[in-house]
């Protein structure tokens, strides 16, 4: 009997124990169980990116001007875009993503678009629930 209530303790712990991991929700992943895109950056978080890659590919004060007319305004789409009833599909959002890059590249010298994409890679690998390689 003995045998008995120590097996039926440990599967009833192993049950308990169990039970707890699956209570506590989807909040382990990387980001902490956000659910959809990312939070949109303000406008002081938008000239914080565009000081960094004005420094990390040397931009003109003109371009530094026109690549954070761009950000904003690329912001500020995306912002309607994922606020609206429908969400976006994932290729609506890639082909908006490929034509704004398009666009700061338009402003930069071939030397700055190569040292652009570069910063691109490094940063994207970095950001939360992404892998390197893509």
């Given at each position: 009997m003995k045998r008995k209530t120590?097996?039926?303790?440990?599967?009833?712990?192993f049950l308990f124990v169990g039970s707890i991991s699956f209570a506590q929700?989807?909040?382990?992943?990387?980001?902490?169980?956000?659910?959809?895109?990312?939070?949109?950056p303000s406008e002081k978080q938008i000239?914080?990116?565009?000081?960094?890659l004005a420094n990390e590919i040397s931009l003109t004060e003109n371009q530094e001007m026109q690549v954070l007319e761009l950000y904003l305004a690329h912001f500020e789409e995306l912002e309607?875009?994922?606020?609206?009833?429908?969400?976006p599909e994932r290729s609506e959002m890639e082909a908006f993503e490929t034509a704004f890059q398009k666009d700061v590249k338009a402003i930069l010298s071939e030397?700055?678009?190569?040292?652009?994409?570069?910063?691109?890679?490094?940063?994207?690998?970095?950001r939360p629930g992404r892998h390197s390689g893509r």
């Open positions: 120590i097996k039926t303790i440990f599967l009833l712990s929700g989807p909040n382990n992943g990387p980001r902490g169980g956000q659910q959809g895109p990312p939070p949109i000239k914080n990116m565009v000081n960094d309607k875009k994922t606020t609206e009833n429908s969400r030397s700055q678009q190569t040292q652009y994409e570069a910063y691109l890679n490094e940063h994207i690998d970095k």
